[in-house]
């Protein structure tokens, strides 16, 4: 927004970390939700009467329904260990986007109320009643947290963040307290199937218009089918993929592996959208509702495979939840997992020799790659352990001649969030977005400076935006951020199996 | 019979009664509520025995704090290390024939109790001088500290500077073991130690030190990773699948 007026931090020079700045992000804030986002999703319009009573209630019922919640809640020991790991502290110095201190935003409300020590002595162990000054933290830096796992990775008793702010979330919806970007976007997918309110026939001639490029381009006739009943496979993509740059060249590229594979494929009007912001709000119940909008689109269009685009979050709740939220896949082929990764379908057909890819045709550039966190830290590709950092890197190697990796220290399990992940990829939280992309940003000019990299791949739908947007703050050229299916897709020798 | 005596020894009976039942408490709670989705940090083991195994670095070796910060790794291997030492050396106030092993462990277990005392100081070291942790500090951070402090010194102050009278130590704790209330010498040191010991033992299941079966309890680091071959329902979220339409 053009009111925000703020400075892009500087790249440090030693990535020394910065110094405890109190306050410096309490301004930030996302839009709050109005009646008419909450209430198709079953929350309240706005604020209700007894909230502080309730939100103590919300909070008991979650401590019941999940026992990541409890554990994380009862065995913080404050060591610090994940104190200087979340790239908002990094970016911010602002001491609550520490992981520790956000999750005891959480984590006093439930001392004072479920905790013996935090009735008899609340001074003692930090326990406080819910008021508005708690309330007000809550909203702000439980949306400061991209839910990116990566103070998990450091935390002696594996304390996820992520689940904090995620019933943090849930119990301020369940209050009145929604966010507009991730709710508004929620109510969409229920009426119209994607995050963009994108209806069929909009979809259908972007489709068409993409046929046309392609045949323009290439000479050759790819077909990206929308709907077609006994197709094969069906694609569940994000819908920014089916316009923005660079993520439309991703899924030319996705049409092309699959046109020279000779794989029927299709993607499902119904079920026009991969990401499932649900997760972002921590609601189990809406969660469970878009997931089985797939279902109900796999049944439908009697497809065999279910494979899904390149998009973070949404592989998340592919690979570790489409399972148990919309299982059991007894309906679909058992000869291949579900649901696929696009990389995975890709990786295998480059392994097979089912498609044909001159990596010289991307010569021209430099490729770093930028592990998306959900990915990294929330899923799998392939059949073995990290297969999710091997995959998405041998198929950029076999596209493209010129890789390196970034500092060990920033990529695979302890890779930085873009920045603009967990429903914060909103223009009224861009100082935020600007701000959590210093990390990421030092380890890409790092890089740049003595390696030459030219461009940045990325595999999730949120990294491609948040780049494209916050890249020009720290000096680099949007372009620079790519689709790794855009490189295959540039590689790709369609006429070679024809 | 001391009055002293018979007070040290309820204390110890309610304190150790405490804290079983109160971790039994926990325990039950912790593996009762359910685990509605997969969420293994990843990349996660495959297997169940291989899930059994990070925990176990995890609690052996705290391999994810090893991963984090060297020096809170260093002070938090003191101290824990020196503690199990330290506890394994005492574990001959409690049998009448002292294992082998404990009788070998013994002059380890002095090292410990130093090993232990010199990590706590070190870990409260950093609390109060790096910004960063003592802003997440609290009192009751402070004092657990304050009160492990005061066991290991206490205890080592026996050591080195005044013993206390180790075999009526030893007669009373075997007593205690076989409800039989033997004299307790009530020397200062001894009675500061063995009080703080019964104060960590009572607050044990209502603190933070819920990180010991909190760490086995973990779904981030005991989850397997096999969210595309089995379902993970919990029973409270099956019923939803009632509702959808196909």
Not at chain 1, 70 to 96: E, M, N, W
Not at chain 1, 208 to 229: M, N, R, T, W
Not at chain 1, 236 to 242: I, M, Q, R
Not at chain 1, 453 to 468: D, E, M, R
């Given at each position: 927004?053009?009111?925000?007026?703020?400075?892009?931090?500087?790249?440090?020079?030693?990535?020394?970390?910065?110094?405890?700045?109190?306050?410096?992000?309490?301004?930030?804030?996302?839009?709050?939700?109005?009646?008419?986002?909450?209430?198709?999703?079953?929350?309240?319009?706005?604020?209700?009467?007894?909230?502080?009573?309730?939100?103590?209630?919300k909070l008991g019922d979650l401590l019941e329904k999940n026992r990541a919640l409890r554990v994380y809640l009862d065995s913080c020991?404050?060591?610090?260990a994940c104190?200087?790991k979340c790239h908002y502290?990094?970016?911010?110095?602002?001491?609550?986007?520490?992981p520790v201190?956000r999750q005891d935003l959480l984590r006093?409300?439930y001392?004072?109320?479920?905790?013996?020590?935090?009735?008899?002595?609340?001074?003692?162990?930090?326990?406080?009643?819910?008021?508005?000054?708690?309330?007000?933290?809550?909203?702000?830096?439980f949306h400061?947290c991209s839910q990116c796992r990566r103070c998990s990775v450091f935390c002696p008793y594996g304390i996820d963040t992520a689940e904090i702010s995620m019933a943090a979330r849930d119990i301020m919806d369940?209050?009145?307290?929604?966010?507009?970007?991730s709710?508004?976007?929620?109510?969409?997918?229920?009426?119209?199937?994607?995050?963009?309110?994108?209806?069929?026939?909009?979809?259908?001639?972007?489709?068409?218009?993409?046929?046309?490029?392609?045949?323009?381009?290439?000479?050759?006739?790819?077909?990206?089918?929308?709907?077609?009943?006994?197709?094969?496979?069906?694609?569940?993509?994000?819908?920014?993929?089916?316009?923005?740059?660079?993520?439309?060249?991703?899924?030319?590229?996705?049409?092309?592996?699959?046109?020279?594979?000779?794989?029927?494929?299709?993607?499902?009007?119904?079920?026009?959208?991969a990401a499932n912001f649900a997760m972002f709000i921590g609601s189990y119940e809406q969660m469970h509702k878009v997931a089985n909008?797939i279902?109900?689109?796999?049944?439908?269009?009697?497809?065999?495979?279910?494979?899904f685009?390149?998009c973070g979050h949404a592989w998340r709740v592919a690979y570790s939840f489409l399972n148990t939220l919309a299982g059991p896949w007894?309906?679909?082929?058992?000869?291949?997992p579900v649901p696929q990764h696009?990389?995975?379908?890709?990786?295998?057909?480059?392994?097979?020799?089912?498609?044909?890819?001159?990596?010289?045709?991307?010569?021209?550039?430099?490729?770093?790659?930028?592990d998306s966190c959900n990915v990294a830290r929330a899923s799998r590709m392939g059949d073995m352990e990290g297969g999710q950092f091997?995959?998405?890197?041998?198929?950029?190697?076999?596209?493209?001649?010129?890789?390196?990796?970034?500092?060990?220290?920033?990529?695979h399990e302890k890779t930085f969030c873009?920045?603009?992940g967990g429903g914060l990829?909103?223009?009224?939280?861009?100082?935020?977005?600007?701000?959590?992309?210093?990390?990421?940003?030092?380890?890409?000019?790092?890089?740049?400076?003595?390696?030459?990299?030219?461009?940045?791949?990325?595999i999730c739908?949120i990294?491609?935006?948040?780049?494209?947007?916050?890249?020009?703050?720290?000096?680099?050229?949007?372009?620079?951020?790519?689709?790794?299916?855009?490189?295959?897709?540039?590689?790709?020798?369609?006429?070679?199996?024809? | 019979?001391?009055?002293?005596?018979?007070?040290?020894?309820?204390?110890?009976?309610?304190?150790?009664?405490?804290?079983?039942?109160?971790?039994?408490?926990r325990i039950?709670t912790y593996a009762s509520t359910p685990t509605p989705l997969k969420i293994p940090l990843m990349p996660a083991p495959l297997t169940k025995s291989g899930a059994a195994f990070r925990v176990f670095k995890e609690v052996?070796?705290?391999e994810s704090l090893?991963k984090s910060?060297?020096?809170?790794?260093?002070?938090?291997?003191?101290?824990?290390?020196?503690?199990?030492?330290?506890?394994?050396?005492?574990?001959?106030?409690?049998?009448?024939?002292?294992?082998?092993?404990?009788?070998?462990?013994?002059?380890?277990?002095?090292?410990?109790?130093?090993?232990?005392?010199?990590?706590?100081?070190?870990?409260?070291?950093?609390?109060?001088?790096?910004?960063?942790?003592?802003?997440?500090?609290?009192?009751?951070?402070?004092?657990?500290?304050?009160?492990?402090?005061?066991?290991?010194?206490?205890?080592?102050?026996?050591?080195?500077?005044?013993?206390?009278?180790?075999?009526?130590?030893?007669?009373?704790?075997?007593?205690?073991?076989?409800?039989?209330?033997?004299?307790?010498?009530?020397?200062?040191?001894?009675?500061?130690?063995?009080?703080?010991?019964?104060?960590?033992?009572?607050?044990?299941?209502?603190?933070?030190?819920l990180h010991?079966p909190g760490v086995f309890f973990s779904p981030s680091r005991n989850q397997v990773d096999d969210a595309r071959d089995k379902r993970h329902l919990a029973p409270w979220a099956a019923?939803m699948d009632?509702?959808?339409?196909?």
């Amino acid at each position: 927004m053009a009111d925000q007026k703020f400075e892009t931090p500087a790249l440090r020079e030693f990535r020394e970390n910065p110094a405890i700045q109190k306050d410096s992000m309490a301004h930030s804030q996302p839009f709050i939700a109005k009646p008419e986002h909450n209430e198709p999703l079953g929350f309240p319009g706005e604020l209700v009467d007894n909230w502080e009573e309730k939100a103590v209630a919300k909070l008991g019922d979650l401590l019941e329904k999940n026992r990541a919640l409890r554990v994380y809640l009862d065995s913080c020991v404050k060591c610090g260990a994940c104190t200087d790991k979340c790239h908002y502290f990094l970016g911010t110095g602002d001491p609550k986007n520490m992981p520790v201190a956000r999750q005891d935003l959480l984590r006093s409300l439930y001392r004072r109320h479920f905790t013996l020590a935090g009735k008899i002595a609340p001074g003692l162990v930090g326990a406080k009643d819910m008021d508005k000054e708690m309330l007000d933290d809550w909203y702000k830096y439980f949306h400061q947290c991209s839910q990116c796992r990566r103070c998990s990775v450091f935390c002696p008793y594996g304390i996820d963040t992520a689940e904090i702010s995620m019933a943090a979330r849930d119990i301020m919806d369940h209050i009145g307290v929604g966010q507009k970007y991730s709710n508004e976007i929620l109510a969409k997918v229920h009426v119209i199937g994607n995050n963009l309110g994108l209806p069929e026939p909009a979809l259908a001639d972007t489709l068409e218009g993409l046929e046309e490029d392609v045949l323009e381009d290439d000479e050759v006739e790819v077909k990206f089918p929308l709907d077609q009943h006994g197709a094969d496979v069906l694609l569940v993509t994000p819908s920014a993929d089916f316009f923005a740059e660079p993520h439309v060249d991703g899924l030319i590229g996705y049409a092309k592996v699959f046109h020279q594979a000779g794989i029927n494929w299709t993607l499902s009007s119904q079920a026009s959208e991969a990401a499932n912001f649900a997760m972002f709000i921590g609601s189990y119940e809406q969660m469970h509702k878009v997931a089985n909008r797939i279902r109900k689109a796999a049944l439908d269009l009697g497809v065999k495979r279910i494979v899904f685009g390149e998009c973070g979050h949404a592989w998340r709740v592919a690979y570790s939840f489409l399972n148990t939220l919309a299982g059991p896949w007894d309906f679909l082929d058992p000869n291949y997992p579900v649901p696929q990764h696009i990389l995975e379908v890709t990786h295998g057909l480059i392994k097979s020799g089912g498609i044909v890819l001159d990596a010289e045709a991307n010569d021209d550039k430099v490729l770093t790659f930028h592990d998306s966190c959900n990915v990294a830290r929330a899923s799998r590709m392939g059949d073995m352990e990290g297969g999710q950092f091997i995959i998405p890197r041998e198929v950029i190697k076999a596209s493209c001649n010129n890789y390196v990796d970034m500092d060990p220290q920033t990529i695979h399990e302890k890779t930085f969030c873009c920045g603009g992940g967990g429903g914060l990829l909103t223009d009224d939280l861009m100082e935020l977005r600007v701000k959590g992309a210093l990390p990421r940003m030092e380890a890409l000019q790092d890089v740049v400076d003595n390696h030459g990299v030219t461009h940045l791949a990325a595999i999730c739908a949120i990294c491609k935006s948040q780049f494209s947007k916050v890249m020009p703050y720290y000096g680099f050229s949007m372009d620079m951020i790519v689709s790794v299916h855009q490189l295959v897709g540039e590689a790709i020798q369609l006429g070679a199996k024809e | 019979m001391s009055t002293l005596s018979v007070i040290y020894a309820l204390l110890f009976y309610a304190a150790a009664a405490l804290m079983v039942l109160g971790l039994v408490f926990r325990i039950k709670t912790y593996a009762s509520t359910p685990t509605p989705l997969k969420i293994p940090l990843m990349p996660a083991p495959l297997t169940k025995s291989g899930a059994a195994f990070r925990v176990f670095k995890e609690v052996a070796f705290f391999e994810s704090l090893f991963k984090s910060n060297r020096w809170i790794w260093i002070f938090a291997v003191l101290f824990h290390a020196g503690l199990a030492l330290a506890l394994a050396r005492h574990v001959r106030y409690f049998q009448a024939d002292v294992w082998m092993v404990i009788k070998l462990i013994q002059p380890f277990g002095i090292y410990g109790g130093l090993a232990m005392v010199a990590g706590l100081l070190g870990l409260w070291g950093r609390r109060i001088v790096q910004e960063r942790i003592r802003y997440i500090s609290g009192p009751s951070d402070h004092l657990m500290l304050a009160l492990l402090v005061v066991i290991g010194v206490s205890g080592l102050n026996m050591k080195f500077l005044a013993h206390t009278d180790i075999v009526q130590v030893k007669a009373f704790f075997l007593g205690l073991m076989r409800f039989n209330i033997q004299e307790l010498p009530t020397d200062g040191p001894l009675l500061i130690h063995l009080g703080a010991v019964v104060l960590l033992m009572i607050v044990f299941p209502f603190s933070k030190l819920l990180h010991v079966p909190g760490v086995f309890f973990s779904p981030s680091r005991n989850q397997v990773d096999d969210a595309r071959d089995k379902r993970h329902l919990a029973p409270w979220a099956a019923p939803m699948d009632a509702d959808r339409e196909a």
